[in-house]
């Protein structure tokens, strides 16, 4: 995640209508458990850096493994280091 993706994030995360949904996941290598502790630190570390951006709705955080997100072995190339960040406004 970019600078400027973090910011446009922040920029919206003072709305209290707003609710942001954090996903982190991680590679297919290595045990569910392990993954799932990874995907959870990253999700973590995203949250943190919006708060210190001045973010102050509080974000949900979750993990999501490879078994859970169904990757099968032609992923396993794939970069899936990563955080997903969700925005859903509720009053739209």
Not at 18 to 39: C, F, K, Q, R, T
Not at 51 to 78: C, D, F, H, I, W
């Given at each position: 995640m970019?600078?400027?993706?973090?910011?446009?994030?922040?920029?919206?995360?003072?709305?209290?209508?707003?609710?942001?949904?954090?996903?982190?996941?991680?590679?297919?290598?290595?045990?569910?458990?392990?993954?799932?502790?990874?995907?959870?630190?990253?999700?973590?570390?995203?949250?943190?850096?919006?708060?210190?951006?001045?973010?102050?709705?509080?974000?949900?955080?979750?993990?999501?493994?490879?078994?859970?997100?169904?990757?099968?072995?032609?992923?396993?190339?794939?970069?899936?280091?990563?955080?997903?960040?969700?925005?859903?406004?509720?009053?739209?």
């Amino acid at each position: 995640m970019n600078p400027q993706d973090l910011e446009r994030i922040a920029a919206q995360g003072t709305d209290p209508s707003v609710e942001i949904s954090i996903v982190g996941h991680a590679s297919v290598e290595g045990s569910d458990e392990y993954n799932e502790s990874l995907g959870e630190r990253r999700a973590h570390a995203v949250a943190q850096l919006l708060r210190g951006l001045g973010v102050t709705v509080e974000p949900s955080v979750s993990s999501m493994g490879e078994s859970e997100a169904g990757q099968a072995e032609e992923y396993r190339n794939e970069d899936w280091r990563k955080a997903v960040v969700t925005i859903r406004n509720n009053n739209v």
